[in-house]
């Protein structure tokens, strides 16, 4: 059963930058693709960015791009999601999860195992 834990979250400035790491173990991480979701307050969860097993391939949603990269470090068991330029409306409780493949999907029901996620507000 892979467990997923989220760290790195907190209250940072507009403009600011956050670095969030989850760490998964109790199962194999290396095969799976890693998504980063978000839920902001009365709002739906959504995606953010995914990275495919190996690293190569990423995709973001439209709102984070070009803000936000998403890495990760297979030996280590580790996704990072590195936000740059830090909104308000970036403000909600990041959540990792890990995919069935290895293929990226921005689709929450690709992915299997769910971290409980961080906070992140920004303020203005």
């Known amino acids: 059963q892979l467990q997923l834990v989220e760290s790195g979250g907190g209250l940072v400035q507009a403009g600011g930058s956050l670095r969030l790491s989850c760490a998964a173990s109790g199962g194999t991480f290396s095969s799976r693709a890693m998504g980063w979701f978000r839920q902001a307050p009365g709002k739906e969860r959504e995606f953010v960015a995914a990275i495919t097993w190996s690293g190569a391939g990423t995709y973001y949603a439209d709102s984070v791009k070009g803000r936000f990269t998403i890495s990760r470090d297979n030996a280590r068991n580790t996704v990072y999601l590195k936000m740059n330029s830090l909104k308000p409306e970036d403000t909600a409780v990041y959540y990792c999860?890990?995919?069935?493949?290895?293929?990226?999907?921005?689709?929450?029901?690709?992915?299997?195992?769910w971290g409980q996620g961080t906070q992140v507000t920004v303020s203005s």
């Open positions: 999860a890990a995919g069935a493949e290895g293929f990226l999907h921005i689709s929450q029901r690709a992915y299997d195992y």
